[in-house]
């Protein structure tokens, strides 16, 4: 079946840190792959997403590559502000004739500290 | 477009009691699921639908009962609670397809079942 497996939180760094959060997956076919983000209080949103191998996705200084030899996207900043301080959470979407399904890995906690 | 909206935020349920959790989209989405979130485990399936009056299973559906009658509403029955149904439920919308495959989530409903 399908699965992702993401780095253990939480992860705690200092503001302007540089940050790699990992994420690897198992997959049947050729999944999308997904960052969500979590803060506090709120659902989930959209972070980044790439849908084919040697993608990468970015947004508000985040990226992340898909890498089909590795199965990874692993999501880094090169800076870390207090306000990414938040849940992320790596997922792979399949797309099975029009039925599809993000499965999402564990989450992993960052804090970042002023 | 208020987006995702799920009522109520917060629920005290004593076991054996039932109650529905309301989801509505104004987005016009197809796509609509239910999911749970627990400590250590990410987000699972409960339930989703492709379309008014199509549903089905999703990772973990058993207590749990749904309905679309129109493409707006997509609620989650609990039928007799227990506390292993203690969690935070998310809904979630979006248009099928690879390439716009964004999932719009609600801010949550906190369950709790004594």
């Known amino acids: 079946g399908n699965s992702v497996t993401q780095m253990e939180g939480p992860v705690t760094l200092s503001e302007e840190a540089f940050l790699t959060i990992n994420c690897t997956y198992t997959?049947?076919?050729?999944?999308?792959l997904f960052w969500y983000v979590q803060y506090p209080g709120e659902g989930l949103q959209l972070l980044l997403k790439a849908t084919k191998a040697d993608d990468k996705g970015s947004n508000k200084g985040f990226e992340a590559t898909y890498r089909k030899e590795t199965t990874s996207f692993h999501l880094e900043k090169g800076s870390v502000q207090v306000s990414d301080s938040a849940v992320y959470f790596c997922a792979l979407l399949i797309s099975n004739f029009g039925n599809e399904k993000l499965t999402f890995g564990t989450g992993t906690r960052l804090t970042i500290i002023p | 477009n208020a987006g995702v909206t799920q009522t109520p935020k917060f629920q005290v349920l004593k076991t054996g009691q039932s109650m529905t959790l309301q989801c509505a989209q104004d987005?016009?989405?197809?796509?609509m699921s239910w999911y749970r979130q627990d400590p250590g485990m990410g987000l699972r399936l409960i339930h989703y639908s492709v379309g008014a009056g199509i549903t089905d299973q999703g990772e973990v559906p058993n207590g749990y009962n749904v309905s679309r009658s129109t493409t707006e509403d997509f609620p989650l029955r609990l039928l007799s609670a227990a506390p292993s149904q203690t969690s935070v439920y998310f809904c979630a919308s979006s248009t099928p397809g690879l390439a716009t495959h964004e999932q719009y989530f609600g801010p949550g409903t906190r369950l709790t079942v004594t």
């Open positions: 987005m016009n989405h197809e796509y």
């Open positions: 997959a049947t076919g050729y999944p999308s």
